[in-house]
């Protein structure tokens, strides 16, 4: 299978959902529809000597990002200090980056990108073909230790044709590849570039240095003034990684951050005053999916599976949780190609649920066990009890640290239910993939998956991704609870905050504070 | 006096060789290795694999444990795996937070718990002494959690005198910031530690109270004040310093509640972090070197009651 999935310890991004909420946003309304912070200011209003607070959430382990593996990494590290061929916008929308403009052959095998003349990296060194060919090298050469690399996978060959320009060769059609190369698998490092230096410092391309690391409390990064780009607003960012959400609410409340990301709606009230703040609401592509262990146990009978979905009703958990949260009904998210609307699929129905659950034999109860990494809101596994008991479920929640949820249901499959939130964009191939732990095995599914990448166009791919989605969710593989949604506070002043997919990548090139 | 030293000083090194070989065995129960945290869930089972081999961790356990030893003797604690930092380097930086915490707030402590206590002792009988003992029962009772983020509400968002969580990017290099951020912290640890403190020395006070070489003391013409100053807080300092050196030696690595309410970098922080991380290699040095500095800390306390006691001195 082409890549694994992802699964952010979005702790916090769960409980970005509570409120939809007129609550924080005041006049504006929703202000996610009020065009957020992303107008742009005028120039000679910001002050370019700004220092912004931001607070995140999770704190990287290592800035080692050819090697370590870890969705903090990517959010502070990609765009920001390190860049790839290509990146990705607000809307996910795949965009130029080190390499201005690229073309594929007709029949998609040949990729050929061209450089920036002008790039440098932050030791002042010319961006070069070169740098660009080593750098996918070291991801796709055999037995590369790149937790992404499998992104790469379809490459055959890499080489330069002159300083600028990079030619990639596939050895088929993939419709994921550019994709894959605005992650972290498409970073240029300097040619020779020695990973392991890489935990504690950086050279890279982007519009911010690494200033500094002050391990379990702050990142700060400065303005690279020699930016061979158009060259940030502000100074200096220092990101505050503040886990407990009271804290950052109060963080915000007292102005010792500008900026907080991952915040509660139903903390949001002192928030309202809209001459102060804006609150923005934002896409994600965190799907909290309860994983069914398809290979073994009374979950193995579709059956029991589909009752399970029948008895959760996802709506009111979107409802208790505070409301920053859509149902989806299948394994793609609005955001992601091939999403279509399938919440019709084994909809709130407690009634069926219990017919379904006595054809499998299960009539007079059924007693499973739910592992839970504890980083997310106890208030899920509580609806998730009391739901499957209107159904003769008794369902116990086990509530458990990352790494044992990572040994034993990621690693060991040793499993009935699970709840986390997998939140890498594009990851249906993890229902393509019956060695993954959800342990879902179905050849038209894989077939289909297989096809869209091979596609000859976004509409072919489009379609058959629709179509293994559907499948996946009419087998019930497994209940995807709600796609969480990520509100933002920002202060007056600040503009050019991102909106969405903010615990993926947290560009802060538009970042800008008008003069006081 | 000789002799006592080099006893405890053996005794010391015993203990930390004890401590290791169970610190290093009951962290090897935890499920998960940093091995998968470096991977994460993207990496193939044999890019995984490949990791663990890099970092030796598919080695006997003896081996493991040997070179850790190894390195701990010849005075080097050994890097962190993820983001290859020193080991003392690290406990260095987060105790230039913790250290300063946990002394504050135990100077806090003890200001107010020892004449509070003393002053519950000697004024047993009155309401204002039953007063203040029923204040320290409520103290010990008030959840330290919940004392934060009550003083956080009042003091940060409220009146905004202080600030509600962190401490200063540069550290003791602003030393108004860094001091203006522990006053919460401190208030919040004393207001607990201190209600239990108050409660040994009323105790404790009231125990030497009732002794006949305090009454000798009254019938030599002392006056009571006089007599409990001069010999009666001495005596009474015994058990209060035992429990102080427990409470210190706790507060070192246990005062992470506090530092989770108000967001401080400190040690205790760090130690679940490294844990959740797997970061096996650092934490079982971090957790060694907080044992030593608790065994240390309880010969301290012992060279403490011997210089108030003199009749321990006798007893080696």
New interface residues.
């Given amino acids: 299978m082409r890549?694994?999935?992802?699964?952010r310890l979005a702790a916090t991004t769960v409980l970005v959902g509570l409120t939809v909420t007129a609550c924080g946003t005041g006049s504006s309304g929703d202000p996610a529809n009020a065009g957020g912070t992303k107008q742009a200011t005028q120039s000679a209003d910001i002050d370019k000597n700004a220092t912004v607070d931001v607070r995140l959430v999770l704190?990287p382990?290592?800035?080692?990002i050819a090697?370590?593996?870890?969705a903090a990494l990517d959010q502070i590290l990609l765009d920001n200090i390190y860049q790839g061929l290509l990146t990705r916008d607000e809307n996910n929308k795949i965009r130029p980056s080190l390499a201005t403009s690229y073309e594929a052959s007709s029949d998609g095998l040949t990729y050929t990108f061209h450089l920036a003349k002008d790039a440098t990296f932050h030791d002042g060194s010319q961006v070069t073909a070169a740098d660009a060919v080593w750098s996918l090298q070291q991801v796709t050469a055999v037995?590369?230790?790149n937790?992404?690399?499998?992104a790469l996978a379809s490459v055959k060959s890499v080489s330069a044709s002159g300083d600028h320009t990079v030619v990639v060769k596939l050895k088929h059609r993939d419709t994921n590849f550019t994709w894959g190369l605005t992650e972290r698998a498409g970073i240029v490092f300097k040619k020779g570039t020695d990973f392991?230096t890489l935990?504690?410092k950086e050279n890279g391309t982007g519009p911010f240095e690494l200033a500094?690391w002050?391990?379990?409390?702050?990142i700060?990064f400065v303005r690279d003034d020699s930016y061979w780009g158009t060259k940030a607003k502000v100074a200096k960012v220092?990101l505050?990684y503040?886990?407990?959400d009271?804290?950052a609410n109060?963080?915000q409340?007292?102005s010792?951050t500008d900026i907080e990301t991952a915040a509660q709606a139903d903390l949001l009230q002192p928030f309202s005053d809209t001459g102060k703040y804006t609150v923005l609401r934002g896409d994600t592509t965190d799907k909290f999916t309860l994983a069914f262990n398809n290979a073994s146990g009374p979950t193995k009978d579709i059956r029991v599976r589909r009752a399970i979905r029948q008895a959760i009703d996802n709506a009111g958990l979107v409802k208790t949780l505070g409301g920053a949260a859509k149902a989806v009904g299948g394994p793609v998210p609005a955001t992601d190609p091939g999403y279509e609307d399938l919440t019709a699929i084994d909809a709130y129905d407690p009634t069926s649920a219990k017919k379904l659950l006595k054809q499998a034999g299960y009539g007079s109860g059924l007693k499973l066990t739910v592992q839970i990494p504890n980083i997310y809101p106890p208030t899920i596994g509580d609806y998730l009890i009391s739901d499957l008991k209107q159904v003769g479920i008794q369902l116990t929640v086990k509530q458990v640290?990352?790494?044992?949820w990572?040994?034993?249901v990621?690693?060991k499959h040793d499993y009935q239910l699970s709840l986390v939130d997998h939140a890498e964009a594009r990851d249906l191939y993890n229902f393509a993939n019956p060695a993954y732990y959800f342990g879902y095995d179905n050849a038209n599914v894989q077939k289909w998956y297989a096809a869209a990448g091979t596609a000859t166009s976004d509409v072919q791919r489009d379609a058959y991704l629709k179509k293994a989605a559907r499948q996946v969710s009419q087998d019930a593989a497994a209940d995807w609870l709600f796609v969480n949604q990520t509100l933002t506070v920002v202060r007056s002043g600040v503009t050019g905050v991102p909106r969405n997919f903010t615990s993926s990548r947290y560009d802060l090139a538009d970042l800008a504070v008008a003069k006081k | 006096m000789t002799l006592y030293l080099l006893r405890r000083a053996a005794l010391l090194v015993v203990s930390l060789f004890a401590a290791s070989v169970l610190i290093f065995l009951v962290l090897r129960l935890?499920?998960?290795d940093v091995a998968?945290?470096?991977?994460?869930?993207?990496?193939?089972?044999a890019?995984v694999a490949?990791?663990r081999e890099?970092l030796g961790l598919d080695r006997p356990l003896v081996a493991q444990y040997g070179s850790w030893i190894g390195g701990v003797v010849t005075g080097d604690f050994g890097r962190s795996v993820?983001?290859?930092?020193s080991v003392s380097g690290?406990l260095a930086?987060?105790f230039a937070v913790t250290g300063p915490l946990t002394l504050g707030a135990v100077v806090l402590a003890l200001a107010f718990a020892v004449p509070l206590g003393v002053f519950a002792a000697v004024r047993r009988d009155s309401w204002l002494g039953g007063a203040v003992n029923t204040l320290g029962q409520f103290g010990i009772a008030l959840p330290a959690l919940w004392v934060g983020?009550l003083l956080?509400l009042v003091f940060?968002?409220q009146v905004?005198w202080l600030?509600?969580?962190?401490?200063p990017?540069d550290?003791w290099a602003e030393p108004g910031q860094a001091l203006r951020s522990l006053v919460l912290p401190w208030l919040t640890l004393a207001l607990s530690e201190g209600a239990v403190l108050l409660r040994f020395v009323r105790s404790a006070v009231l125990d030497v109270l009732h002794q006949d070489w305090l009454r000798t003391a009254r019938a030599k013409g002392r006056t009571r004040t006089g007599a409990l100053l001069s010999h009666g807080l001495r005596n009474a300092a015994v058990p209060v310093v035992s429990v102080l050196g427990l409470q210190i030696a706790a507060l070192i690595a246990g005062a992470v509640v506090v530092e989770?309410?108000?967001?401080l970098?400190?040690v205790g922080?760090?130690l679940i972090?490294d844990v959740?991380?797997?970061?096996l290699d650092k934490v079982q040095s971090e957790i060694l070197l907080l044992t030593g500095a608790v065994l240390v800390i309880g010969f301290l306390v012992d060279l403490v009651h011997r210089l108030i006691d003199p009749r321990l001195r006798s007893a080696v």
């Fill in positions: 890549r694994r999935t992802a699964l704190e382990t290592s800035l080692d090697s370590t593996a870890g037995g590369s230790k937790p992404d690399a499998a392991s935990a504690g500094g002050k391990r379990g409390s702050s700060t220092v505050h503040i886990k407990d009271n804290a109060n963080a409340q007292t010792q640290e990352f790494q044992t990572l040994n034993t990621f690693t | 935890l499920p998960g998968q945290t470096i991977g994460g869930i993207k990496a193939t089972p890019q490949a990791v890099d993820l983001d290859g930092t690290q930086e987060k983020l956080v940060a968002v905004r600030p509600a969580q962190g401490f990017v550290g989770q309410v108000f967001v970098p400190g922080q760090m972090t959740g991380n797997r970061d």
